[in-house]
């Protein structure tokens, strides 16, 4: 008898569901819908075991709901623009599309190998024109609600892909892609206001919380740094700017007549237009040193704390005290105002500052802990306001800073205010492959946008050394495409050469899933009613400040422009673990790289698909060490001869069959559907596993294959085991007599009854004589037996009002009841 032939059952099967389109949407209303994304895949190459682990978790959430019964949109498509097609072009002297073009070709035919329950129809690729005419179009209308903007500032600048690169980019000081050290460059470039909907981004987790994964929702939190505090007004005395009013942000306006000295960053613009002429030669080359650092270094307080006079003083509104103002790269430009009262008594940074540079420490908290100024140690806790004018004596700091800003407020000198971490969003990049911004420079009308009958904007065909970073855009380098006529004057214009960042393409292709194809605008607003919010999305959690947060950003923008009735785009959100070998990560240098090709040709798909949501909890890393391809096969193979073993006829009804073998059944069938739905699919896989054993016992050992019981467990077993070994259980499901395919049944009714733990019979005896007979469960207590032997009619009557002497129970089969 011919075993289960892997290779043989992909070919077949995958032919099958293309031609049969089993995986295309009905979208007719006949069943209710239910969308299940995966985030986009980046044609870098051939899949590797990342992929096989994303993308088999949600084909099992997918198949689960079609046999559910749900009508499921499960799409797929490419995230196909970004610097890794662009750096292959420059390095073979061709055009990215046909880097990437490739690529993706390959990608789609392993995944169509790999037997994902996708719809091939709607395949997406952002760097489609007909794709980018939409991202372009977006921008436009972002750009008019004022969420689009150009602003020069000193941004992230990689000095090796000679682009700039988004806050979210920066790793630890370091460009996300290539590791080298970023530095600050000043220049005009696009940003979306992001910060418009810092607290609406917020807000809105209410609707995640419980569906996403509660450390994506804290990164987030962090992300968009929500500060509670107040603004408070400093004027400046001295240099060119006498009299000036300087706002600073603080989270402890409590503090304020602690405060010794004002900082302000030295990157910020202020800083240069306050500092007098004498300070000027000291402060500009404090500057230059300066902007050499990262943030990260900025910020770390271990460093030594630099800084310079800068010849002036901001007055204390509280107490009219003048106080010297430094700049010092403590302070960032781009935080709060770019300005702090420095209250070194209780605040570390500032201490540490103020010993560095000799300058005053007044405690206005007594903490019953030592002074600052004489121990060092900056204290941070509550306690009793001291120096502090009409705060003296309060307690804590929620008194002190309501009393502070009350205070603020009636002098016009301040108020309570909120201020976020979260920075308006870099789009434009100075590179070739990506989305050009539909932009017109006109020396006449300035910016214009190009009109919505003219997009896309489609790139100019550029090649190899054209595109090699030169600081400037590559577009630059295309005089014929840059040269164009401004829509609004007919004038000669320009075209602006930035390109967007990658990211902003794929914070909407989810809608355009809805309606591939759509040519009026990005998406049908109707087909996006009807699919979205996505019931599941799913990928890594790498993406948890960045991909995630400006989907959520568009969406709610969407919503305000009246194209989406919802601002979350997704209702649960599954973050997979990694696959690494030997407990590290797979890298070329360590050598422990796993080819999932080569363990799909040796072990089959399925195999490969069964071990890695076997090997533990989805969000688990897998280590292909601890792990065994070769097991499952040999169990897929055991439960493909489950299959060849049935021998019952189809629809012969099960109830006739082996009760204990039918019991088994429903019960793991009852435990599968609550472990997918709560996504422990390794459980479930276990669940499965155990069914297909008991199976087994009962063909050789029990009643037999031709037991009705047996083929509902059989059958069973293939639906089950059709969410992670497809191909398997269409083959099985074609061997107990079905027509294909498997993906088209039903997940298996539970019968209830079958659930329940059968019942004994208690015997219940007065003087030895038998009055009673109760239906009870096994685990009956004695209590419990006792109690309803005496409420029993039957001995009631037998005991005819006499007092009972004595009761015996011996559970959960006998009671014997003694008369007085
Ligand atoms: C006075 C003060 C006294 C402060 C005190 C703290 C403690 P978070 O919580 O992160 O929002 N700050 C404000 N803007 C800054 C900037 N651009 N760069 C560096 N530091 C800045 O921190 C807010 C506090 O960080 C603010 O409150 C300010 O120092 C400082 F006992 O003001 B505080
Ligand atoms: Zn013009």
């Known amino acids: 008898?011919?075993?289960?032939?892997?290779?043989?059952?992909?070919?077949r099967w995958q032919k099958f569901w293309e031609t049969d389109q089993t995986f295309t949407p009905k979208d007719d209303g006949s069943a209710e819908r239910r969308y299940v994304l995966d985030m986009f895949s980046y044609p870098s190459g051939d899949l590797h075991m990342g992929h096989a682990e994303a993308y088999v978790m949600a084909d099992v959430v997918s198949r689960f709901l079609r046999l559910r019964g749900y009508d499921v949109l499960h799409p797929i498509g490419w995230d196909s623009f970004?610097?890794?097609?662009?750096?292959?072009?420059?390095?073979?002297?061709?055009h990215p599309a046909e880097w990437t073009y490739a690529n993706i070709e390959t990608q789609a035919t392993s995944f169509r190998r790999y037997g994902l329950s996708v719809d091939w129809s709607r395949r997406l690729h952002t760097s489609d024109p007909e794709y980018y005419r939409w991202t372009q179009w977006l921008f436009l209308r972002f750009r008019e609600r004022g969420l689009a903007y150009r602003k020069a500032s000193y941004v992230n600048w990689c000095p090796k892909d000679q682009t700039v690169l988004a806050n979210e980019q920066v790793v630890q000081g370091a460009c996300e892609r290539c590791g080298t050290v970023v530095i600050k460059r000043q220049l005009t470039q696009w940003y979306f206001k992001i910060t418009d909907y810092a607290q609406r981004l917020l807000d809105d987790m209410d609707q995640l919380q419980g569906g996403w994964p509660d450390r994506v929702l804290t990164m987030q939190r962090n992300w968009i740094g929500r500060s509670e505090g107040a603004h408070v007004d400093f004027s400046v005395e001295g240099g060119p700017e006498d009299g000036r009013v300087v706002t600073v942000f603080t989270t402890r306006p409590d503090t304020l007549y602690g405060a010794t000295f004002f900082v302000v960053a030295p990157d910020a613009a202020l800083a240069g237009e306050l500092v007098t002429d004498e300070q000027r030669p000291a402060f500009e080359e404090y500057l230059a040193r300066a902007q050499q650092a990262t943030e990260i270094e900025r910020q770390a307080t271990d460093r030594p704390k630099t800084g310079v006079f800068l010849g002036v003083h901001a007055v204390n509104p509280a107490n009219g005290e003048r106080l010297p103002v430094w700049a010092a790269d403590y302070v960032l430009a781009e935080y709060g105002t770019g300005a702090i009262m420095a209250v070194p008594a209780h605040d570390a940074r500032d201490l540490e500052f103020a010993r560095t540079h000799d300058l005053p420490v007044r405690r206005v908290?007594?903490?019953?802990?030592?002074?600052?100024?004489?121990?060092?140690?900056?204290t941070t806790g509550d306690g009793t306001y001291v120096s502090s004018g009409e705060l003296d004596g309060l307690e804590g700091k929620e008194a002190g800073v309501r009393r502070m800003v009350e205070r603020l407020e009636a002098d016009?000198?301040?108020?309570?205010?909120?201020?976020?971490?979260l920075r308006d969003w870099l789009l434009s990049r100075q590179r070739y492959w990506g989305a050009p911004i539909p932009i017109i420079h006109c020396p006449d009308c300035g910016e214009v946008a190009v009109p919505d009958d003219e997009l896309p904007v489609e790139l100019p065909y550029l090649t190899g050394s054209a595109l090699a970073p030169k600081g400037t855009s590559p577009l630059a380098g295309a005089p014929d495409w840059v040269a164009t006529t401004c829509?609004?004057?007919?004038?000669?214009g320009q075209r602006d050469t930035d390109t967007m960042d990658t990211f902003v393409d794929s914070s909407w292709y989810f809608?355009?899933?809805?309606?591939?194809?759509?040519?009026?605008?990005p998406f049908d607003p109707d087909d996006v009613r009807r699919w979205m919010p996505a019931a599941q999305y799913v990928g890594g959690v790498e993406h948890a400040i960045l991909h995630l947060l400006y989907m959520r950003f568009f969406t709610k923008v969407l919503f305000d422009m009246g194209l989406v009735d919802f601002v979350e785009p997704t209702q649960r959100l599954l973050n997979q673990g990694q696959v690494i070998n030997q407990g590290r990560a797979m890298s070329k240098s360590l050598g422990n790289g796993v080819d999932l090709g080569a363990q799909i040709d040796q072990f089959g798909v399925d195999a490969v698909r069964l071990t890695v949501v076997f090997a533990g909890p989805p969000e688990d890393d897998i280590d292909w060490a601890d792990v065994s391809p070769a097991g499952s096969l040999k169990f897929l193979q055991r439960a493909h001869r489950l299959a060849q073993d049935v021998t019952s006829a189809r629809g012969t009804d099960p109830a006739t069959g082996d009760r204990a073998l039918r019991r088994e059944t429903h019960r793991l069938l009852a435990e599968v559907e609550q472990l997918v739905e709560g996504q422990r699919f390794n459980v479930a896989v276990a669940r499965v596993m155990e069914?297909?054993?008991?199976t087994r016992k009962a063909v050789d050992s029990g009643p037999?294959?031709?037991?009705?019981?047996?083929?509902?467990?059989?059958?069973?077993?293939?639906?089950?085991?059709?969410?992670?070994?497809?191909?398997?259980?269409?083959?099985?499901?074609?061997?107990?007599?079905?027509e294909p395919s498997v993906a088209n049944a039903s997940w298996p009714v539970v019968d209830r009854s079958l659930l329940v733990t059968e019942s004994v019979t208690c015997v219940v005896q007065v003087q030895g004589k038998v009055r009673a007979r109760l239906e009870v469960t096994p685990d009956v207590t004695e209590d419990e037996l006792r109690t309803r032997a005496l409420a029993d009619d039957g001995v009631v009557r037998a005991l005819a009002g006499r007092e009972v002497a004595k009761v015996i129970v011996r559970a959960p089969k006998l009671v014997s009841i003694v008369p007085a």
């Open 1 to 11: 008898r011919p075993g289960y032939d892997a290779v043989a059952a992909q070919t």
């Open 82 to 94: 970004g610097l890794p097609a662009e750096n292959a072009a420059i390095q073979r002297g061709t």
């Open 365 to 378: 908290i007594d903490t019953g802990e030592p002074d600052p100024a004489e121990s060092g140690v900056a």
């Open 412 to 421: 016009g000198v301040g108020a309570g205010a909120i201020t976020y971490r």
């Open 487 to 492: 829509p609004r004057c007919g004038g000669p």
């Open 511 to 521: 809608f355009r899933y809805c309606s591939p194809g759509y040519a009026d605008g």
């Open 691 to 694: 069914l297909v054993n008991a």
């Open 704 to 738: 037999g294959a031709a037991d009705p019981a047996v083929r509902e467990a059989v059958e069973a077993v293939t639906i089950a085991l059709s969410l992670v070994a497809p191909y398997v259980a269409e083959e099985m499901w074609e061997l107990l007599g079905h």
